[in-house]
Nanobody, 127 residues
Framework: VQLAESGGGLVQPGGSLKLSCVTSGRTFSSFDVGWFRRAPGKEREFVAAARWRDGSRSYADSVKGRVTLFRDNAETTVSLQMSSLKPEDTAVYYC?????????????????????WGQGTRVTVSS
């Protein structure tokens, strides 16, 4: 499974961006998916995730209400719609995929849960 993110760029505070993650090799069917980000000088942090088995979503408190994760019906693209962006949202954003498990060892908010990662797309929020 190979993941490729796109959609990053420079946006003004208060603006919106839609990040996309496309898979090649196989579809996202049977995979849980997540988005993480790494801001300059900071650790990688969880942003959002979607569980394949029940379709549930989870979001970090820092983005809740401003970010929505979508999975397309063809299961080839996962998107992250972001709005009301703030300078502190500036980071490289990564999508990740994890084989769906009934009893996973790690939570979807933990990077250890994921088996595949993209190369990242940079988002800069600045006026």
């Amino acid at each position: 499974v190979q993941l490729a993110e796109s959609g990053g760029g420079l946006v003004q505070p208060g603006g919106s961006l839609k990040l996309s993650c496309v898979t090649s090799g196989r579809t996202f069917s049977s995979f849980d998916v997540g988005w993480f980000r790494r801001a300059p000088g900071k650790e990688r942090e969880f942003v959002a995730a979607a569980r394949w088995r029940d379709g549930s979503r989870s979001y970090a408190d820092s983005v809740k209400g401003r970010v929505t994760l979508f999975r397309d019906n063809a299961e080839t693209t996962v998107s992250l719609q972001m709005s009301s962006l703030k300078p502190e949202d500036t980071a490289v954003y990564y999508c990740a995929a994890a084989i769906s498990l009934q009893f996973p060892r790690f939570d979807l908010s933990q990077p250890e849960r994921y088996d595949y990662w993209g190369q990242g797309t940079r988002v800069t929020v600045s006026s």
